[in-house]
């Protein structure tokens, strides 16, 4: 390889920040602007999945509510799996992150003078602070705003984070490798902080947007850390359903004020599967649609039932959910006239890489937050609303972080390579392709022990096919402080769709492994075969390397104090 001139980003940072969503940008606001920063986003910088949040944010600021009551409502909803001490350490610290918000100036609704609160699913009180149904998008406006105004952030965009660069034998993080703008260049710093969102990509319907593939979950597994409760994940109700049109989230907040669940005769089937109906917790709405269409829709391809907005008073309807309509109204549907067709969705991923009260996980160094994160907070089922306050509530704890000295990296070597990969992009094109849809239906909404050992069998098939191509080892087998240039931007772009692959083929594997494992079901994992929740099975699943472990609530990873784990199975 012909060696080339030096790269134009500066390589040493006091920490890097990986993602620009609620989680990564707060955090970046929050360091001591004393340190540099790079902010690393791997599309534009307001395209993630909290800018697509409409519900709003959980908190119990109001004076006929308190934290005691949040905490209760997040407990009940996880199943048995949250830890205690972190839910009480973010309800604790609602109020000051909302009026943190406030005071950077995001215009939240409004009651008088007052915050204005709704009601969301599973919450015992109004508690849900929101601007309009658009919620993440305000958050998000304001957070780039102030990000792209401080001196000490450097924000990286359109790169995408392949790994961690490890020191010796594993001892700490001490930088990352990024595929941007043409080349592969390695950063150098003691602090990695991963917040890059959830993988609702791996599913075939997904509220999530494209830039969700687990790229911060796969890089962390890859690199050792250990990895929790990979089997919960939530599946939204009311998510659009119209041929053509992507997944749009129909917010729960729609259903707390009033809109009723209906089928295709307009009976309010939910009643049927929870005392609670349209306002049960998210899990239990989710399968009671899954199963009233398994039992009355007669052609399963874009089966749906429907959200009737017509219970609530038109002018409350166009004050709170002004985007709702815009989209419908773009898909032909007039909410004020019809109800809308929906059908549940991957949305939300409660596991993730497991971490503490300070967001560093098991490997020194590395800190993961937002929905990357296992914070213990949402154990089995995430409880409405609660994924925004737990971004910003854990990435302020990066504000006390200690960094150690960086040492400067010596000047990279720089190499040209040429590629000729197009003929191995067919397969890995094609895999892409055929992974989520094996995912929706073996590790859906409802899932059995078959149709799980068969995705298994086929998912390990396309892992080891994968394994001997050589875009795979060339990605596998990059030298930390050498950066590479590409020779076009065709090969820039097969690679992110490799590295995207590769992790969405991982985490399927392990999603699908720990459900396997968990012989129960309870919260967002549901078994046929195993239609109860078991006392035996109070228990989190850990993932380290190839180890499944198991640990107990309120159990932190192995390599950190509280709790204990044993090993299970190796796979």
């Known amino acids: 390889m012909p060696r080339l001139n030096s790269p134009s980003i500066f390589p040493h940072f006091d920490i890097i920040v990986v993602g620009s969503g609620a989680a990564g940008l707060y955090a970046a606001l929050c360091l001591p602007v004393h340190l540099r920063v790079a902010l690393v986003t791997k599309n534009t910088i307001n395209m993630g999945s909290s800018n697509y949040a409409q519900g709003g944010i959980a908190a119990a600021i109001d004076p006929a509510d308190n934290p005691i009551l949040h905490l209760e409502d997040t407990l009940k909803a996880g199943v048995g799996l949250c830890d205690q001490e972190a839910v009480r350490f973010m309800v604790d610290n609602a109020a000051r992150a909302i009026a943190h918000l406030v005071e950077m100036g995001v215009a939240f609704d409004r009651k008088g003078k007052k915050l204005a609160m709704t009601l969301e699913a599973a919450h015992s009180h109004p508690r849900v602070l929101h601007s309009a149904d658009t919620t993440g998008r305000a958050i998000i406006d304001t957070l780039v705003i102030e990000a792209q105004e401080r001196p000490n952030i450097q924000i990286i965009s359109q790169a995408v984070a392949l790994n961690l660069w490890l020191a010796t034998q594993k001892a700490r993080v001490q930088g990352i490798s990024l595929l941007h703008e043409g080349k592969i260049q390695w950063l150098k710093s003691s602090v990695v902080v991963l917040a890059t969102g959830g993988g609702g990509q791996i599913f075939a319907q997904t509220t999530n947007p494209e830039v969700s593939t687990g790229d911060g979950i796969a890089i962390a597994w890859r690199a050792g850390a250990v990895l929790r409760d990979l089997e919960f994940f939530q599946f939204h109700p009311t998510a659009l359903i119209k041929p053509g049109a992507p997944r749009f989230l129909i917010s729960e907040a729609v259903r707390g004020e009033g809109a009723h669940l209906i089928d295709n005769k307009g009976n309010r089937f939910a009643f049927e599967y929870h005392p609670a109906g349209e306002l049960a917790p998210r899990d239990v709405v989710s399968r009671a649609i899954f199963h009233h269409l398994h039992k009355t829709a007669t052609k399963p391809t874009n089966a749906h039932v429907y959200l009737d907005l017509r219970a609530i008073d038109s002018d409350r309807v166009r004050d709170r959910f002004p985007n709702i309509i815009n989209v419908c109204q773009k898909w032909g549907i007039d909410v004020f006239q019809e109800p809308i067709p929906v059908a549940p969705a991957a949305h939300y991923w409660m596991g993730g890489v497991a971490c503490d009260l300070m967001s560093q996980t098991s490997i020194p160094g ?8 296992s914070t213990g907070v949402h154990g089995a089922n995430r409880l409405a609303s609660n994924s925004l306050l737990e971004c910003l509530v854990f990435a302020s704890q990066l504000s006390q972080i200690e960094i150690e000295p960086n040492l400067v990296a010596p000047d990279a070597d720089i190499f040209q390579v040429s590629s000729n990969w197009n ?11 055929m992974l989520p849809s094996l995912m929706w239906e073996s590790a859906g909404i409802s899932r059995k022990g078959e149709s799980l050992s068969q995705a298994l069998y086929q998912v390990a098939r396309w892992r080891d096919s994968l394994a001997s191509f050589e875009i795979v080892k060339f990605l596998a087998n990059l030298l930390p402080n050498q950066t590479i240039k590409l020779n076009s931007t065709n090969a820039e772009e097969q690679l992110r769709i490799t590295a995207e692959t590769l992790n969405i083929l991982d985490l399927g594997y392990l999603i699908l492994k720990s459900a396997a494992w968990r012989t129960e079901s309870r919260g967002g994992h549901y078994r046929s075969d195993y239609p109860k929740t078991s006392n035996d099975w109070k228990l989190h699943t850990l993932v380290q390397g190839d180890r499944l472990l198991t640990g107990f609530p309120n ?17």
């Open 423 to 433: 003929m191995e992009m067919e397969q890995i094109e094609a895999i892409r392709q």
């Open 366 to 373: 590395l800190y993961a937050i937002g929905e990357t994160a």
């Open 555 to 571: 159990a932190s990873p192995p390599g950190q104090e509280r709790g204990s784990s044993v090993n299970i199975e190796k796979f």
